[in-house]
T-cell receptor
Framework: DVKVTQSSRYLVKRTGEKVFLECVQD?????MFWYRQDPGLGLRLIYF???????EKGDIPEGYSVSREKKERFSLILESASTNQTSMYLC????????????FGPGTRLTVT | GENVEQHPSTLSVQEGDSAVIKCTYS??????FPWYKQELGKRPQLIID?????GEKKDQRIAVTLNKTAKHFSLHITETQPEDSAVYFC??????????????FGQGTILTVHP
């Protein structure tokens, strides 16, 4: 059974703080993704990574960066948190080829005040 | 890039009725179309998917149809039950090659099944 975990379920940060969200998967998946989920907007891709130290921007990368130093861990970084980054953040992983199914983490509800 | 539009945004049905959710996509190179279900407070999970070489796929009470010419695909749920209440997301991908399994999601449909 694939297990994707995220470091926090709920997080409250102040405007201007640097925020780290971490995601870990235990299935040796090459691909990992960060999404934000907002009502009426679906899941929007922020960044994804297809291998260690490899990353590509998604559809809404502004204000975010990522780090993937180890295959199982993919971190999302908010360099200077702003109130418009208040959202649900979901991490996912998948194995290249085969089913392409993405396995999601439980999500982190981030509030920036 | 790919753009996926999903309708309706909310859908309310009586238990036992059928529910249909529709999506359109823009990139003719997309060839993989999954549907995810997200129950309240839980993570999205894949419920069914279809590839572009197939027109229809069924799994018990759920089915997905694909019209490549019109670039639209639909999720059909028959004999709905209260446990079908959730948010449903469609997605599209140009699976394989350098896409790395990247998905473009629709906006989501909140399905409510009334007992």
């Amino acid at each position: 059974d694939v297990k994707v975990t995220q470091s926090s379920r709920y997080l409250v940060k102040r405007t201007g703080e640097k925020v780290f969200l971490e995601c870990v998967q235990d299935m040796d998946h090459e691909n990992m993704f960060w999404y934000r989920q907002d009502p009426g907007l679906g899941l929007r891709l922020i960044y994804f990574s297809y291998d260690v130290k490899m990353k590509e921007k998604g559809d809404i990368p502004e204000g975010y960066s990522v780090s993937r130093e180890k295959k199982e861990r993919f971190s999302l970084i908010l360099e200077s948190a702003s109130t418009n980054q208040t959202s649900m953040y979901l991490c996912a992983s998948s194995y290249p080829g085969g089913s392409y199914e993405q396995y999601f983490g439980p999500g982190t509800r981030l509030t920036v005040t | 890039g790919e753009n996926v539009e999903q309708h309706p945004s909310t859908l309310s049905v009586q238990e036992g009725d059928s529910a249909v959710i529709k999506c359109t996509y823009s990139d003719s190179a997309s060839n993989y179309f999954p549907w995810y279900k997200q129950e309240l407070g839980k993570r999205p999970q894949l419920i069914i998917d279809i590839r572009s070489n197939v027109g229809e796929k069924k799994d018990q009470r759920i089915a997905v149809t694909l019209n490549k010419t019109a670039k639209h695909f639909s999720l059909h749920i028959t004999e709905t039950q209260p446990e079908d209440s959730a948010v449903y997301f469609c997605a599209a991908s140009n699976a394989g090659g350098t896409s790395y399994g990247k998905l473009t999601f629709g906006q989501g449909t909140i399905l409510t099944v009334h007992p």
